[in-house]
């Protein structure tokens, strides 16, 4: 007894030990700044993107509505979920293995010998076991399972902010196409006018049917046009269904063709990108992981120890639970160890740590990837601001050409040619407007999903 306590104490004060290498969270050389900031793209906060809703920058209250419908209705973000709690329930089944087995037992039996004759033995007992972790096996692979949950609620997160970019920018595309149908609608409404103002002066020998031929042609082309705008902006709404978990049959969204304006985003530091980008922190949290399974490989060159104990009653006759029927049982203080095995161990610890290598290297470009995203789309922002500006000035010189054109056609002193160049050179510059409104939108979504989304206000 005194020998086993004193195993006991030795395997104790060794429990400290542990096989996996040292690890600290990498810090990866970040940029000092970056590079294409410009007035759409500030390094100031917005308490709607600090709090987590960063849509809410966007001001659109239907937009706010469909992004609460997908975290209730979303598939794909349940099953995510999902596979959190199974992350969760491993980790917690790892850390169980810091705790000693525990059981009971009881059994009653009849026995009959010649000497004794017939007798009762009934038996009430409970048993422990623990293993020592004295090279740290066990603390290790807790450790891996604690890191494995990180990196899950991380990819959980990072689904999420997905989900709600995906959303976010169908919706602008629809709003989009609404803005397109607007557009369409109102240019086949002029060209309709057009037609009629071209077959009265036809009818009253002031033009041709060549321009009559044209107007018609032109009209034709824009009502085409027209079409193929509504069964995109319906493929869209089809696609918003989906996302919020809902059948594309009976999903309707009233048309609003009015775009709202891009929002300007916060930027901040570039440092600041390593802690809210849920890729970044799923990517660290593997590489724990990993280098905690570096030490149970390398824990496999040492002994397992157990410790067994066991108490309880057993009668042959009689009360069972009284003193003289106590039974107890220290052992075995059992140690296993290969002796031979091939090189399996040894196989074993270049494996665990080439996974290392392997996390360490997706760590490193998933970073190199996220500041690449950044800088992306802060081109775009930035850029397709400035080309909107452009546009609109494209769009005006237009207006005032085909208002001079039409009112030349009617004086005479032009053709209808110059008419149908002058609105198809309009429409046009109106649906290209339309257009960059729906990018800058668009970009503007995809910078704050690069940033990582929303994040709480320290």
């Not at 060549?210 to 709404?237: F, H, I, K, W």
């Not at 590489?287 to 040492?302: C, E, I």
């Not at 309880?312 to 069972?320: A, H, K, P, T, V």
């Not at 008419?419 to 050179?425: D, E, I, L, S, Y």
Request: aromatic share 6%; hydrophobic share 45%; glycine share 8%.
């Amino acid at each position: 007894m005194r020998r086993a306590s004193l195993l006991i104490l030795a395997g104790l004060s060794l429990a400290g030990c542990s096989m996996a290498p040292a690890y600290a969270p990498p810090t990866p050389a970040a940029p000092v700044a970056f590079r294409d900031t410009g007035p759409w793209t500030p390094a100031a906060p917005a308490e709607a993107v600090r709090d987590g809703t960063w849509w809410a920058v966007f001001k659109d209250p239907t937009l706010d509505g469909l992004e609460r419908k997908l975290e209730l209705g979303s598939a794909n973000l349940a099953a995510a979920l999902a596979r959190y709690d199974q992350a969760r329930a491993l980790s917690r089944q790892a850390s169980s293995a810091l705790l000693p087995r525990v059981g009971a037992q009881g059994s009653v039996e009849r026995q009959r010998t010649p000497a004794n004759g017939r007798y009762d033995t009934a038996t009430l007992a409970a048993s422990a076991a623990y293993e020592l972790d004295l090279w740290g096996r066990v603390r290790n692979l807790v450790a891996a399972g604690q890191a494995d949950a990180q990196a899950s609620a991380a990819d959980l997160a990072g689904v999420r902010l997905s989900l709600q970019a995906q959303l976010a920018d169908t919706y602008f595309s629809l709003r989009g196409a609404d803005a397109q149908i607007a557009v369409l609608a109102s240019t086949v409404e002029a060209y309709r006018q057009a037609l009629d103002l071209t077959n009265r002066r036809q009818a009253g020998g002031a033009a041709s049917g060549l321009d009559t031929g044209r107007a018609q042609t032109q009209l034709a082309a824009t009502q085409a046009q027209y079409e193929q705008a509504v069964a995109d902006r319906a493929l869209l709404e089809h696609a918003l269904a989906v996302l919020v978990g809902e059948p594309a049959s009976s999903f309707t969204l009233a048309a609003a063709p009015q775009l709202t304006e891009a929002p300007v985003t916060p930027v901040g530091a570039p440092s600041t990108l390593l802690q809210r980008r849920p890729d970044i922190a799923a990517a660290e949290r593997r590489m724990a992981a990993a280098n905690a399974r570096v030490g149970v490989a390398r824990a496999a060159w040492f002994p397992s120890v157990t410790l067994a104990a066991a108490g309880g009653y057993q009668s042959n006759g009689g009360e069972l639970l009284s003193a003289a029927n106590h039974v107890w049982a220290l052992g075995p203080l059992a140690a296993a160890l290969p002796l031979f095995d091939g090189g399996a161990r040894k196989a074993e610890v270049a494996r665990s740590r080439a996974v290392f290598d392997e996390t360490a290297a997706g760590y490193r470009q998933t970073v190199l990837d996220a500041f690449r995203e950044v800088e992306d789309q802060m081109v775009l922002a930035n850029r397709l601001a400035a080309a909107q500006d452009r546009q609109d000035e494209a769009l005006a010189a237009a207006a005032r050409t085909t208002a001079l054109a039409t009112t030349r056609y009617r004086e005479g002193a032009a053709s209808y040619l110059d008419v149908v160049t002058a609105q198809t050179a309009e429409l046009q510059a109106r649906r290209e407007a339309q257009d960059l409104r729906t990018r800058r939108l668009a970009a503007s979504v995809d910078l704050i999903r690069a940033l990582g989304g929303g994040w709480v206000a320290g």
